[in-house]
């Protein structure tokens, strides 16, 4: 009797687990070129796993949404069918790196009962999956579940947000996405600190995986916390504001004060983001990846009224100028000088920072009796030189498009909007309609105090640059930050989002020994030609000049340099590097080709490759770090020379160092 019941006992369990197995379905998407592959398992729950030509990236992944009706996409998942479809097409580029960017992805549609899709792309560098509503009714989103589940415990480039680590994690919610990077285990991830996307994690033999987010148009950004399991990480998403209260920097901010019990609402259909896995066999391959301006939004209507270009910048060297008869500052007299300098050297623009709208007043329409903007505008366009104005976050928001439109109608180029500092749902559509409505008046529109870039420069071309990135102005009170470490950091992370406002160009360099921070007379870590180099390493449509025309002036030969580099690419070829360690790219404007490296506080010899020149004979102009810059960061030599026919350009940097190359054909 009792071998009779184990015996129907294991048919039991057999059944059950062959019941199991038909309730689940597995779906195999690979890249074109056969190297990357996601497998894809839906059944109670929805789960996805990455490997490159045979190596684990990651591992069983599970991915839901929880809606307040107490529905979920992707839990209990009754799949009612699928597509795939095979795209291999050429998208002509809009202010970008590069004229012509190869789209090429396998892509596997599962549709779902209840009114929603998943969809997943292959691409040949990278996986992605959105979730796509067809809703006809409004909803609301509690939460998303985004798991990052790595087969070991992996080290990582972790971007925490800034705020102290005494404070909430809801309260680091809210943060301006400038951090330097800690490079840790998984395991060993500081649970008191959420951390930044893109975030890049070491996997098998020397490949890279990075997590990234593309198309955010109306949903809240994806911070990063250690999951559930070990050598796991989990989107964390910002709830929907409750109350805010106008606060913060000069009034200017909008405080979240409580915080909904969910993260989004709709009013019916909508597309998610994507949720992007970049995989990298090479670090170089980082440094060039298309993979968040591939997956954004195509812009609609006609953008050839943008301008990029340099723009001469105020703030960073406090207004200092020498040599001159007037008081410098936030007068017409000190921007007038600024508006000579720049037209002398071919600058399109020239902003007005903080300070030339009535401080604490949230009020665009109030400016400082020292400044009269008409007058500017027109002494500007007589030079051929256009103004960009500074805008808090607030005082832009209350009256977006009057704003836009009276200042559009004077003149004005653009704004700089500052401080949002935060990515919850309400303030990533402020990003969208800032950008609508700047279209509308044809003003380019620069995002400083944000997040990263997911693509919105594409949707709209007038979106120019971003800050979310540690830049240069941390030289002016950080006395502790590794910037050149950093330097050489981010073309591997966070550049992966997108352009960034870095503001480099400083003519003050110090080595690492003599190096402090002075706020009022600001300088750089690392020599010149590591700040020359920056103009052709970081991607920045909208370029500053950080340091004072006086300073520029007394280096015509480095202002010269700077003045002439492009901010927008034909081409970009990434020719080596290191996370963390050393950087070399290739980038082309027209018929010339310009190269950059830097070297973290290593002196250091490279081989570069130009292959990418094919034939002919070229010559190149060079910067190099001068024999004395390990003792004075200033020193550089400048020098006119043949590219050799094996194009094996042999290089060498100081101790926090850089180098340029200009190549033109003889």
């Not at 059944?15 to 056969?34: E, R, T, W, Y």
């Not at 033999?205 to 593309?214: F, Q």
């Amino acid at each position: 009797m009792k071998k009779n019941f184990l015996t129907i006992f294991s048919l039991f369990c057999m059944l059950l687990c062959s019941l199991s197995a038909l309730a689940q379905k597995q779906f195999v998407l690979k890249a074109p070129d056969g190297k990357l592959e996601a497998t894809i398992n839906v059944g109670k729950t929805i789960d996805y796993s990455i490997t490159h030509s045979g190596d684990l990236m990651l591992d069983k992944s599970s991915i839901s949404m929880t809606l307040n009706d107490g529905s979920s996409y992707g839990i209990d998942a009754k799949l009612s069918g699928s597509s795939t479809k095979t795209v291999n097409q050429t998208i002509n580029a809009v202010i970008y790196k590069r004229k012509q960017v190869k789209d090429n992805y396998n892509e596997l549609t599962l549709k779902f009962k209840g009114d929603y899709n998943i969809v997943f792309r292959a691409y040949n560098d990278g996986i992605a999956y959105r979730f796509v509503s067809a809703s006809k009714k409004p909803f609301i989103v509690n939460n998303e579940q985004a798991e990052f589940n790595f087969p070991a415990d992996r080290k990582a480039f972790i971007n925490y947000a800034n705020k102290p680590e005494t404070r909430s994690l809801e309260d680091q919610l809210s943060n301006s996405f400038e951090q330097p990077y800690f490079y840790n285990l998984l395991s060993e991830w500081n649970k008191k600190r959420l951390g930044i996307s893109p975030l890049v994690v070491e996997g098998a033999n020397g490949k890279k995986i990075s997590i990234v987010e593309a198309d955010l148009m109306n949903y809240p950004g994806m911070f990063l916390y250690p999951g559930d399991k070990a050598n796991s990480l989990k989107g964390v998403f910002a709830s929907y504001p409750k109350n805010v209260e106008q606060g913060g920097h000069n009034n200017l901010q909008m405080l979240v004060k409580s915080r909904e019990n969910f993260l989004a609402k709709f009013d019916g259909a909508t597309n998610f983001p994507w949720r992007v896995l970049i995989v990298s066999a090479k670090d170089a391959e980082l440094a060039d990846s298309d993979m968040v301006y591939k997956l954004a939004t195509p812009s609609q209507g006609d953008y050839s009224w943008v301008k990029p270009g340099k723009v001469a910048w105020e703030w960073w060297n406090d207004w200092n100028l020498y040599n001159v008869d007037f008081k410098t500052g936030v007068n017409n007299e000190t921007y007038k000088y600024y508006i000579d300098f720049a037209s002398k050297y071919g600058i399109e623009y020239v902003i007005l920072d903080e300070g030339w709208a009535v401080n604490k007043k949230a009020d665009l329409f109030q400016v400082v009796p020292e400044i009269n903007l008409p007058e500017l505008v027109a002494y500007g366009k007589s030079k051929n030189v256009g103004l960009i104005l500074w805008a808090g976050f607030h005082a832009f928001d209350r009256d977006m498009e009057a704003v836009c439109k009276h200042y559009s109608e004077m003149g004005i180029k653009g704004f700089k909007v500052d401080f949002m500092d935060r990515d919850d749902q309400v303030v990533v559509d402020f990003h969208r309609r800032g950008a609508e409505i700047g279209a509308k008046y044809k003003m380019l529109i620069d995002y400083h105090g944000t997040y990263k870039p997911t693509g919105l420069q594409r949707t709209y071309p007038n979106v120019i640059n971003f800050e979310g990135v540690n830049g240069l102005e941390q030289m002016k009170w950080n006395a502790e930050l590794d910037q050149v470490t950093y330097d050489v950091t981010i073309p591997f992370t966070r550049q992966l989002a997108g352009p960034m406002d870095y503001t480099q160009g400083s003519m003050r360099n110090a080595t690492k020994g003599n190096y402090r921070s002075v706020y009022n007379e600001a300088m750089s870590q690392g020599t010149r030609c590591r700040q020359l180099a920056e103009y052709i390493i970081f991607e920045s449509p909208l370029n500053m000049l950080c340091d004072s025309p006086s300073n520029y002036m007394a280096e015509p030969e480095c202002t010269e340099f700077i003045a002439t580099v492009p901010t927008i690419w034909d081409n970009t070829v990434s020719l080596n590097g290191e996370v963390g360690k050393f950087v070399s790219i290739a980038r082309m404007n027209g018929n010339t080709w310009y190269v950059g490296s830097m070297t973290n506080w290593d002196a250091r010899n490279l081989e570069l490759d130009l292959s990418f020149l094919g034939e002919g004979n070229f010559q190149g102009e060079v910067f190099k770090d001068g024999i004395n810059a390990d003792r004075v960061a200033k020193d550089y030599k400048k020098e006119i020379i043949d590219i050799p026919a094996d194009r094996k350009l042999f290089i060498s940097m100081a101790s926090g160092g850089g180098y340029v190359v200009k190549i033109t054909r003889k």
